[in-house]
């Protein structure tokens, strides 16, 4: 559902989120234990938040899942990370994803960052 006043970025982790409510209706216990699977993935340790936002941008890019760019470049704001240090992550992805990689890089994932850098609520 599409809702006049979000942005796109918005609506793309919207949709993201009924889905996963809708999942986990039906699969309570497998949406649970993924739930804390991955809270404890992206919990600091000897790598901070920010880097592991940081990987897990770069590995949606490669694996081509728009909704995991988008989540997780958000991912990247909410830890910190620069304009910068989100285009080096795109880089190290493209290295790996080649020009269908670096087409999502120069695309969704900035057009992303933009979105959630200049439409603060």
């Known amino acids: 559902m599409h809702e006049q006043n979000m942005?796109?970025?918005q609506n793309y982790l919207h949709d993201f989120k009924e889905g996963m409510g809708a999942f986990?209706?039906?699969?309570?216990?497998v949406a649970h234990k993924f739930n804390e699977f991955t809270?404890?993935?992206?919990k600091a340790?000897?790598?901070?938040?920010?880097d592991k936002q940081?990987?897990?941008?770069?590995?949606?890019?490669?694996?081509q899942d728009e909704y995991c760019m988008i989540y997780h470049?958000?991912?990247?704001?909410?830890q910190g990370?620069?304009?910068k240090e989100i285009l080096e992550a795109c880089g190290v992805a493209t290295a790996f994803g080649g020009g269908a990689a670096l087409s999502q890089a120069v695309?969704?994932?900035?057009?992303?960052y933009t979105d959630l850098t200049t439409n603060i609520n």
């Not at 340790?45 to 920010?50: H, V």
């Not at 695309?107 to 992303?112: E, I, P, S």
Request: negative net charge; glycine residues 6%; aromatic residues 4%.
């Open 39 to 42: 809270e404890e993935c992206f």
């Open 24 to 29: 986990t209706e039906h699969m309570p216990e």
């Open 54 to 63: 940081l990987m897990a941008l770069g590995i949606s890019i490669v694996a």
């Open 7 to 9: 942005t796109w970025t």
């Open 107 to 112: 695309t969704l994932v900035q057009d992303a």
């Open 45 to 50: 340790g000897e790598i901070s938040e920010k």
């Open 81 to 83: 990370a620069t304009e």
């Open 73 to 78: 470049t958000k991912g990247c704001v909410d």
